[in-house]
């Protein structure tokens, strides 16, 4: 909300200036009558991604502490600069003109050096050394990919670097790269190579206690079992990253990270050498409640590829009575659904979970807003896109927005990250009557993805000129959302770049008309 108090533990801020590494925060707590006034350092840069405070001092007089505010946000800016000097960073920054011509489609950045948009980085780090990162994994480097992280190395100083597939500006034209592009990726490769991350074959993800001692190793691409407390298990497959870190399902975290988080909760994890299958899935996880154990599973070439099944304890591996969903998600609250049901001994056709809310706060973990199960949220972004996603809840901390599941504190941080903000659907747009659930200003041109549950072919694209948004010129149409957004986003990249759109071929449904909707004009 607008006016709601940003608070630091108990107390208020009441100024904060990011600058470097670090935010300088003065802050004020009138029931602390001995030193009402502090300053402290703001820190995000912890492997788990939480912020902390550090060197904080106090104080009962203002001007006082304003004077310790200025004092270190100045150390801030001369900090900063004597980086700029001892490194000679290039301050240049590139932009478009320093990429490689778009076709429209999403291309596969492994290997390649991707140019982040200098609007998504602080204004100190606006320049190319922080630009460039040579790809080397992540889900969101593949082409056409549905997910989002991308990850690598910085050109210039050769450090780690992750950001987001939307970051991205595009692929760097080695024709318009600085002279010391090329020597930056050898040395990066050569790194690399010595540290044995080639071939892919060798790499092993190590698994360690709170200590470092390794408790196990599996290969690039293994399977491990979390178990928790309750006899809940989950089957995740491991991707290698480097030394430090390991991407478990799409979701990277360093060992000693994971050591101290499952020290902490009290679960155990173990080598998953030979995964169960039933009727062709792959078992992903079991949830026992009741006499019950619930068993959820997976198997991509299914046209329904999630399943979630019901056993008896005394015979686990006979499943029985499947319920078969397309999407991960529906399926991950399916089974929450039919074990809270089981506990509480009401049959699953009548729990009432969907009535639950879901909660979106800020990255300091306050309340912004609650919406109903099934409901959505607008997001806006910098360069003026905003994007409806529907939004599923999964537990009090975890929600699914349009398929994909967050911690709502992830979701609060990478929406920081992107400079976005977000706020409930109160009043959905409708053209012709189709839900739009995402629309972006280009030049002189809007351009919308929108939704209709009831037609043949539910999905939609079109773009009109901006001041005659409700006349739907140039539609296609298809039956899932994945490809109407990656005809969407070729629609953008056509505005931007001044070139003619165009339109998909009619195979596999793109460019039929839904026999239910007729065409203006």
């Not at 050769?158 to 987001?164: I, N, P, V």
């Not at 101290?260 to 050498?273: C, L």
Request: charged share 30%; with cysteine; proline share 7%.
């Amino acid at each position: 909300m607008p006016d709601e108090k940003r608070m630091v533990g108990d107390w208020e801020v009441l100024q904060g200036i990011h600058v470097g590494d670090k935010e300088v925060v003065l802050l004020h707590d009138p029931h602390n009558a001995e030193t009402p006034y502090a300053v402290c350092y703001n820190q995000r840069n912890n492997s788990m991604g939480i912020e902390y405070t550090a060197e904080g001092v106090g104080s009962n007089d203002y001007l006082e502490m304003m004077e310790v505010f200025l004092h270190r946000v100045q150390g801030q800016v001369v900090q900063v600069r004597t980086d700029r000097e001892r490194t000679n960073e290039p301050q240049e920054v590139f932009g478009k003109e320093h990429c490689l011509p778009s076709n429209g489609e999403e291309p596969d950045l492994h290997g390649r050096v991707a140019v982040i948009r200098p609007e998504t980085l602080r204004p100190e780090y606006r320049n190319v050394a922080v630009q460039l990162i040579l790809v080397s994994g992540g889900f969101g480097a593949a082409a056409n990919s549905r997910g989002t992280a991308v990850y690598g190395n910085y050109v210039f100083s050769g450090e780690r670097a992750d950001c987001r597939r939307h970051e991205i500006l595009g692929i760097l034209d080695p024709e318009k790269a600085p002279d010391w592009v090329k020597p930056g990726v050898e040395a990066i490769l050569t790194k690399s190579k010595e540290k044995g991350v080639v071939p892919m074959s060798d790499k092993q993800i190590r698994f360690i206690d709170t200590e470092g001692n390794t408790l196990f190793a599996i290969p690039d691409g293994g399977s491990v079992v979390i178990t928790h407390k309750s006899g809940e298990q989950y089957f995740m497959k491991c991707k290698y990253v480097d030394e430090k870190y390991v991407d478990m399902d799409g979701v990277q975290c360093s060992y000693h990270q994971l050591a101290a988080t499952a020290a902490e909760a009290g679960i155990t994890i173990a080598h998953d050498p030979a995964p169960e299958y039933n009727a062709g899935y792959r078992i992903a996880a079991r949830k026992p409640a009741g006499d019950f154990i619930f068993v959820l599973g997976h198997n991509p070439r299914s046209p329904t590829p999630w399943v979630t099944w019901q056993a008896s304890r005394d015979t686990p591996a006979d499943c029985y009575w499947g319920v078969y969903r397309a999407e991960r998600v529906d399926a991950v609250a399916d089974l929450d659904r039919r074990s809270r049901s089981a506990s509480q001994g009401i049959p699953y056709e009548t729990s009432k979970s969907d009535d639950k809310p879901i909660r979106f706060i800020d990255p300091h973990y306050k309340t912004l807003f609650t919406i109903p199960d099934g409901g959505s949220i607008v997001i806006s972004y910098p360069d003026g896109e905003e994007r409806v996603a529907e939004c599923k809840y999964l537990d009090e901390c975890h929600t699914a927005v349009d398929g994909e599941c967050y911690h709502i504190c992830q979701f609060a941080e990478i929406m920081r990250r992107a400079g976005a903000s977000y706020e409930p659907e109160t009043a959905p747009q409708y053209v012709d009557g189709w839900h739009v659930v995402r629309l972006r200003d280009e030049r002189d041109q809007a351009i919308f993805l929108g939704h209709k549950p009831g037609a043949e072919l539910p999905w939609a694209t079109w773009q009109t000129k901006q001041e005659e948004s409700a006349d739907m010129q140039e539609r296609h149409y298809y039956s899932k959302k994945h490809d109407a957004r990656r005809e969407f986003d070729r629609r953008v990249f056509a505005v931007r770049d001044g070139r003619p759109y165009v339109p998909p071929t009619p195979e596999g449904g793109a460019g039929k008309r839904p026999k239910d909707v007729e065409v203006p004009g």
